[in-house]
Each structure stands twice: as C-alpha cells, then as structure tokens.
C-alpha cells in the first residue's frame, strides 16, 4: 500500500464506471464542495489530492484519479488503476446499463491489480429517484455478493459521500492492520462466475 504521510495514512484512490455516471462531480463535491450541472468529459484522467479527517480524529489522505469512461480512452484505464489501493465503481440509478457493466468494471480492475483491492460500489444520482431504473435491493444484493461497500450517493445534495469515503478509509486501514501491505494478497479468495463466466471475487482478511 502507499506510504503513509506526516498525518495519517495516504492512499491511491480511483473512480472508475461508465461515462456520464456522475464520476467526475462526485470528485468535485468531494475535493470542493461543489456541483455543476454541467460538466466536461473526462480525457484519459485527472489526478486530485483529499485529506480525510476520520471519527477517530486521525487524517487519510487520498490521491484520487477520476478515470473517463468513454469507451475510446478504456485501454488507457490499466495506466492509471496501476498502484491503486480502492477503487469506486460508480453508476447512474437511473441508467440501468452503467450498473450492469459495473462487472465489466470489476474484471477491468481485477485483471491489473489482482484480488485484493478494495472496492465500494457506488449507485449516483439518488436525487432523480423519480428516475430510478435500478433497484436498491438488486444493487445492494449485487454488493454483499462480490464483498464490496455498497451506498447510495447524490454529487449534487451530497448525500453519503463523506460517509463513503470514511468506510472505505476504516477498510483500508483495516487491511493495513491485517498485515495486506503488499496489494497482492492470495489467500482466503474466492473466485466467482457468473453464467457469463465473467469473474466475481469475494476477499476475506483475518
């Protein structure tokens, strides 16, 4: 894992999923505190820095990489995934194609980091329920079945975002303490496949 800074911990954090899913205004309300309507398409990835004051009063920081994921720029995802200690794969509730591709995503990640990266699931846009095309149980299902932190976020009220980022620290850390500190831990994986034969991996640690 990254070395830890003069504060606290630091990590390599990549938001990874389909384009237009609300990717890049999740790192902006998270590094900014702001929303625009409108934003540009991500060009290959853009890099942001977020220090994390944890409930423990300790700080994590993130080196975040907001991937695009415009189908023209996908072979340039394993420049950046490289190193990465979490990722978050993000899709739009209201489009219920960017959640099935979250395996595509997956496999994506798993072929260049291999089994043991941690990863939260992120549906966007929970202010457009009246929009809502993928269920919350379905997702959350998806979820416990591939080991991942799983909620529910809006870039633009700022739903659960904090709070994404601060499980996802407690996870990480909590692998630093089991002794993962390699990023290519083996034992205690499970490999899953579905009927596509598109793999699924479950972690265990301690």
Not at 35 to 53: M, P, Q, W
Not at 122 to 150: P, Q
Not at 178 to 189: A, E, K, P, Y
Request: glycine share 6%; hydrophobic share 30%; proline share 1%.
């Amino acid at each position: 894992m990254s070395d830890s800074d003069t504060n606290g911990r630091t990590f390599k954090l990549v938001f990874i999923g389909d384009s237009g899913v609300g990717k890049t205004s999740l790192v902006e309300r998270t590094v900014r505190n702001s929303f625009n309507e409108s934003t540009d398409l991500t060009i290959g990835a853009a890099f942001h820095k977020y220090v994390l004051r944890t409930d423990s009063n300790s700080t994590v920081t993130f080196n975040i990489w907001d991937t695009a994921g415009q189908e023209r720029y996908r072979s340039l995802g394993p420049i950046y995934y490289r190193g990465s200690d979490a990722a978050i794969l993000v899709y739009d509730i209201t489009n219920t194609n960017s959640f099935e591709n979250i395996e595509f995503w997956i496999y994506s990640l798993k072929s260049v980091l291999g089994q043991d990266i941690v990863m939260a699931l992120v549906g966007n846009k929970s202010d457009l329920e009246h929009r809502r095309s993928v269920d919350y149980k379905e997702a959350k299902r998806f979820a416990n079945k591939n080991d991942l932190i799983f909620m529910e976020t809006s870039a633009k009220t700022a739903l659960n975002i904090d709070q994404m980022l601060k499980k996802l620290s407690q996870e990480l850390i909590k692998r630093k303490k089991c002794g993962d500190n390699s990023g290519h831990h083996q034992n205690g994986t499970q490999l899953k496949l579905d009927k596509h034969s598109k793999p699924y991996i479950k972690r265990k640690c301690c």
